[in-house]
């Protein structure tokens, strides 16, 4: 097996086989640095990049300048995906985007981590381990999330919180480590007014 298919199965590997991974990760950084240097109003041209570079587009979506991934190729993005400013996403391995997805500016989602003991993580060993994010999911500013998490559908996930583990559908999870705060309910539908028709 070799060091690509271990990152890819989610089995330590060795990250400083650089040949390996060359073609995915030069795709990535140099579609990351064509996107980010497009003018802001030239969305065809910002379009055609992204198609270019991510594995799968479903629908519609907005990401704007600046945008950072590793390889690009390992993100599925749903139908109506919107994102804020500075979107960082290490796709080391899959990330799956549902539909009517929104993220905040400045989160950060890595398939991407190291062992906790010095020895082999001082030989390059890495673990790239899959993100799901379900359908309608809202994710505040500065939230991280960490390899191997799901996040399930309708869930709100406070600004700032760092994801370690599942959040379940339908909730609103907050802090560091992210943590259920509470379902959400009909009454949040009341919580901010509307203007008058």
């Not at 309708?154 to 994801?163: E, H, K, Q, R, T």
């Amino acid at each position: 097996m070799t060091e690509y298919e271990k990152s890819q199965s989610g089995y330590l590997f060795d990250s400083n086989c650089e040949d390996e991974f060359a073609d995915v990760w030069w795709r990535g950084t140099m579609g990351c640095y064509e996107f980010n240097n497009t003018r802001p109003d030239d969305f065809e041209r910002q379009n055609e990049i992204l198609h270019d570079m991510l594995g799968e587009i479903k629908g519609e979506f907005f990401i704007p300048q600046p945008f950072h991934c590793v390889f690009g190729s390992n993100i599925t993005l749903g139908d109506h995906f919107l994102c804020n400013y500075n979107l960082t996403i290490l796709d080391v391995a899959k990330v799956t985007i549902g539909d009517y997805v929104f993220i905040g500016p400045n989160v950060v989602i890595s398939t991407s981590g190291h062992p906790l003991d010095a020895e082999r993580r001082n030989r390059g060993l890495e673990i790239a381990l899959p993100i799901t994010i379900g359908n309608n999911v809202w994710i505040g500013a500065n939230v991280t999330v960490l390899p191997g998490v799901t996040i399930g559908d309708d869930a709100v996930i406070g600004a700032g919180s760092v994801i370690t583990k599942d959040i379940p559908p339908g909730v609103l999870a907050v802090g560091n480590p992210c943590r259920v705060l509470r379902e959400i309910t009909e009454d949040d539908k009341h919580k901010y007014p509307m203007a008058p028709e």
